[in-house]
């Protein structure tokens, strides 16, 4: 009846000036980038919470679809639309597996 979560992940994004932790629950997305998504997938400039947490849910699948645990992944490599929900200046990201 109940749907369980998934799983929260780690998270790793590197920038030129060191880097930043996060989980899957709690890293924040470019609201430009939000807004693009919304925009590709429901032609919606003005996204509701449901349109927000849809893109949010796909950018996160996305984000472990490209990045196998463990290694470092080049921003440059991802999807133009992923990348725009990144914050400016990562230049790469890590997926480093389930958390506690």
Known sequence: MFRKH???FG???RTG??????TSSSI???????????MEFYND???????RAAVRNRA????KKSCPPGR???????????????PM????????????
């Open 17 to 22: 000036e060191g880097e930043r932790r996060f």
């Open 60 to 63: 996160l699948a996305d984000l």
């Open 72 to 86: 470092q992944v080049p921003v440059g490599t991802l999807p133009e639309l992923l990348r725009a929900m990144l």
């Open 28 to 38: 924040s997305f470019e609201e430009d980038g939000i807004i693009r998504a919304s």
């Open 89 to 100: 200046g990562t230049q790469s990201i890590e997926i480093t597996g389930a958390q506690p």
């Open 6 to 8: 998934a799983q929260d």
């Open 45 to 51: 400039p003005q996204p509701c919470e449901i349109h």
């Open 11 to 13: 998270i790793v994004l």
